[in-house]
């Protein structure tokens, strides 16, 4: 709590005492919340907050945290921040989408229901020009690289001519993709002769980077829901029905498939998609910018379901709790593990 009341005075020039929350206020709270935080009230611009500091910051859900400060809100109807010592740049911008109040003293302080917002570090924005993303080949090798990191078949040690031919992509297409990717900063060009390209972050710094700029690729093109799968088609399991391989989540009842852009346009053409619609059908077909099926080589899964990074692209926004608990085991297992 020194380095908060530090901080604050800090930036905001404003001196704050900082209490233990009162035993008379601590026994209204479940047992649970007493064991998950150290809590505090103290006052700031002639408003009383509730401050709560998680005993086990590491093993933090953003989607349960939401939930147990409002819980504290709720009972004792004061305004709550949560006070962190760190936290990772995509579950920051996590918290803000959620306007969550939160305080990292030394680096962030974000105060919505006080309308304040106050950055401290210094932030290392990608150069992007006029608010470039990934297009779909660039995020192929991005999540490529993160998914394999070199275990199977290190896309860093082959020339670009060894990429377009894993990924069935023409050489033009790859040498594009590489150009995005160098504009974004995002890797060097090695070797004289033949190409090669150099990523200049791990791959949890890579994912954090592109995260924290929000120039990820959505990979969804369009969805349409049909009766009946055309036979001969591949078809890679997507959205909720996927996350049941990945997570603890079960199976949804909507069945949720995914081709690529190429595939659907042959359906299409040959009038094969039997009732497609907006609104209903036994399956939901998601067309996807890019092959569902390419990516599923390098995670090394089940090669019937998206990869898990792609995945967790289509659902990220997805307001669910259910969902959200769902997506922090995929990053577990697949970012961080």
Known sequence: MNNLRKYIKEVLDETVIVNRLPENELEKLPMYLGQMYQ???????????????????????????????????????????????HMVAYNRIRLIKKKVNFIIPGKQLFLPELLVDLKEEKRTNLPVMEKQNLTPSAQVIVLYY???????????????????????????????????????????IAGEKEKYIQFQYDKVELWEKIEENN????????????????????????????????????????????????????????????????????????????DPGILTDSAKTNELVVDPLSLYLTLKNNPDERIEMALEQIKEKFLYG
Request: some cysteine; charged content about 25%.
């Open 215 to 290: 120039i990820w690729n959505y990979p969804i093109f369009k969805r349409i829901y049909i009766d009946e799968l055309p036979s001969g088609i591949k078809v890679w399991d997507c959205n909720t029905t996927a996350l049941a391989e990945y997570s603890d989540m079960n199976r949804s009842r909507q069945d949720y498939v995914a081709i690529g852009r190429t595939a659907y346009n042959k359906l299409n053409r040959g009038n094969l998609l039997k009732n497609a619609n907006p609104t209903e059908g036994n399956y939901c077909l998601e067309i996807w910018k890019y």
């Open 39 to 85: 809590i505090y009230t103290t006052r700031l611009f002639d408003t009383e907050l509730v401050l709560a500091h998680p005993v086990n910051p590491d093993t933090i859900s953003i989607a349960q945290t939401e939930k147990q400060l409002g819980n504290l809100k709720t009972i004792l109807n004061k305004k709550v921040v949560l006070i962190l010592d």
């Open 146 to 188: 993160i998914l394999g990191s070199g275990k199977h078949w290190d896309i860093e040690k082959k020339p670009f001519k060894d990429i377009a031919a894993k990924m069935n992509y023409s050489p033009m297409a790859i040498s594009k993709a590489v150009d995005n990717l160098r504009a974004l900063n995002l890797i060097t």
